[in-house]
């Protein structure tokens, strides 16, 4: 039997977050820009989440983080 490796799990805790709030971070950055800047802001909350997730997802759904990332990306003024 194989043991799971820190990255193994690292990706398995980012796919669960990811599956869990994908459509909720979504739905946040369509209410908050164009939607062709949509794609750009859900896609680099990820990135975010991917990077840090260690540090900055320590609730392991990651519900009350995520939107603090959309909202760090999409910056002080909606995109609209």
Do not use: C, Q
Not at 21 to 50: C, K, M, P, Q
């Amino acid at each position: 039997m194989k043991v799971p490796s820190t990255a193994d799990a690292h990706r398995e805790r980012f796919t669960a977050i990811y599956e869990a709030n994908y459509h909720r971070i979504l739905g946040y950055a369509l209410r908050r820009t164009s939607r062709d800047d949509t794609a750009d802001v859900v896609a680099e909350t990820f990135l975010v989440a991917w990077r840090r997730l260690g540090d900055v997802l320590p609730v392991p759904s990651g519900r009350r983080t995520l939107p603090v990332l959309t909202r760090t990306t999409l910056g002080p003024e909606p995109l609209r």
